[in-house]
């Protein structure tokens, strides 16, 4: 078999690329690990920035996002009683929308079937040969057959725990990473919103955050011990510890119901630099992790797509290689940010187990200044609702 692109991993990173390649007529197979109903019952992100959906528009998926996705104007931020908003409208002119990675990725997979779109499910053992060499090649078993596809780019899409980024090898790949010692137990209840906005908030019990998917589907979070196991946690007991974390007034109103979903997730920063060895590149988080404080996981993978399929466009329409050579480069530039964002929110809404008492009055500190200085407001939105590319 050939192709121009191979691309591992069916997440939204890759499925994206496909799509967005797909409409300028270059030809991608994306080999994917799992099954599809397997990829589309993760449940993640739920915030996604312009820049994501200027993508799903351009990729001609966006239709029932802007149906169904709820533009969020702003957000809130707690700490104890204490609650104020962030209104990013005012200060970035821009809003964020609410829709679920869920829906994002099965828009995506519908529109590749729609168009006839090559993916492999429930692919085993895929290696990446000749990176470095003008004929790379990726080898794979399905149904215990051994197959080859020939290419000129191999995408690397496939995560945190994929191959491709261990292709690259140990003395040209240099990793950057920050383990927190705490994790994000979250749950899905078919319950209505307590807030039409999100809510951030730090409690002296440790950070929680109310989302939503919609009129009718709650995604709440809570900090909690990397010791802890779902088992831990019987639904009452997240709801008697959510609503001590919230300020009193949203407490009072909340519906609570039986979760749907409940997972627990560790938090991490990693970079690894470079993003491109020789004709594999890698996008998403096969590349980086953002702790999910700032809502950037999904919206850094999109900027990551961005950069390299403008760069493989210049490649085959105008028979040049300065995007593709400047890919790794810029993208890590964007990610940096994001990154630096993301490990400032979580700092400040956090408890962390060796915290001091001036640690926390630091932070109690630096969320006054952010609830009464415009110029703090105007930073964080013009970060949160994502910075342009
Ligand atoms: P994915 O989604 O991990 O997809 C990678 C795909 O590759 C497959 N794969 C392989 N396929 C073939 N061969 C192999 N050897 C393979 N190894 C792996 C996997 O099965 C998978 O299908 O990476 P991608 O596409 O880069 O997308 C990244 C996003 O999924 C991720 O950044 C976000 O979910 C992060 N995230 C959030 N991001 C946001 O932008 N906003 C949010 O509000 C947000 N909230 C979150 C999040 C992540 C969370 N968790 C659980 C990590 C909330 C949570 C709780
Ligand atoms: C979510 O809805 O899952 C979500 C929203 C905002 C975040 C993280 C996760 O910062």
């Keep these: 078999m050939n192709t121009q692109i191979v691309i591992i991993g069916g997440g939204p990173s890759g499925l994206l690329l496909s799509q967005l390649l797909d409409k300028r007529g270059i030809d991608s197979i994306v080999l994917e690990r799992k099954t599809k109903d397997y990829v589309l019952g993760r449940i993640r992100a739920g915030v996604l920035e312009q820049g994501l959906v200027r993508l799903m528009e351009e990729a001609g998926c966006a239709d029932r996002l802007h149906a169904e996705g709820f533009t969020h104007d702003g957000?809130?931020?707690?700490?104890?009683?204490?609650?104020?908003?962030?209104?990013?409208?005012k200060h970035t002119g821009t809003p964020v929308v609410v829709y679920g990675q869920t829906e994002v990725t099965r828009d995506l997979y519908d529109a590749r079937e729609a168009a006839g779109g090559k993916i492999e499910f429930n692919v085993k053992d895929v290696v990446i040969n000749g990176a470095d060499t003008d004929a790379p090649f990726v080898t794979y078993t399905v149904a215990g057959e051994t197959r080859k596809i020939d290419c000129d780019f191999v995408a690397g899409c496939d995560g945190f725990h994929g191959v491709s980024r261990k292709t690259i090898p140990d003395d040209v790949r240099r990793e950057y990473e920050k383990v927190y010692p705490f994790g994000?137990?979250?749950?899905?209840?078919?319950?209505?919103?307590?807030?039409?906005e999100l809510i951030y908030a730090n409690s002296p019990?440790?950070?929680?955050?109310?989302?939503?998917?919609?009129?009718?589907?709650?995604?709440?979070?809570?900090?909690?011990?990397?010791?802890?196991?779902?088992d831990d946690w019987s639904d009452d007991a997240f709801w008697d510890e959510f609503k001590?974390?919230?300020?009193?007034?949203?407490?009072?109103?909340?519906?609570?119901?039986?979760?749907?979903e409940k997972s627990i997730a560790p938090l991490r920063s990693f970079v690894t630099e470079p993003m491109r060895w020789g004709r594999l590149f890698l996008c998403g988080d096969a590349a980086h992790i953002v702790p999910p404080t700032g809502a950037k996981g999904l919206n850094t993978a999109a900027s990551d797509v961005h950069y390299l399929y403008n760069g493989l466009r210049d490649y085959y329409e105008n028979n040049s290689s300065d995007g593709i050579d400047a890919y790794s480069a810029k993208a890590l530039s964007r990610?940096?940010?994001?990154?630096?964002?993301?490990?400032?929110?979580?700092?400040?809404?956090?408890?962390?187990?060796d915290q001091t008492e001036f640690d926390q009055r630091i932070q109690v500190a630096e969320l006054e200044f952010l609830r009464s200085n415009d110029a703090a407001q105007k930073a964080m939105a013009e970060n949160y609702v994502g910075l342009p590319y």
């Excluded at 994000?184 to 039409?196: A, K, M, N, Q, R």
Aim: hydrophobic letters at 40%; one cysteine or more; aromatic letters at 14%.
């Design 205 to 230: 019990r440790g950070f929680a955050l109310a989302s939503m998917r919609n009129d009718n589907l709650c995604r709440y979070y809570i900090q909690c011990s990397l010791d802890d196991t779902i």
């Design 335 to 353: 990610i940096w940010k994001a990154e630096r964002f993301s490990w400032w929110f979580s700092a400040l809404m956090h408890r962390y187990p």
């Design 244 to 260: 001590k974390r919230i300020p009193a007034q949203q407490a009072a109103r909340l519906i609570t119901g039986q979760s749907i």
């Design 75 to 89: 957000t809130l931020i707690s700490f104890g009683d204490e609650m104020f908003r962030i209104d990013f409208t």
């Design 184 to 196: 994000w137990l979250g749950i899905l209840s078919e319950t209505p919103p307590v807030s039409h």
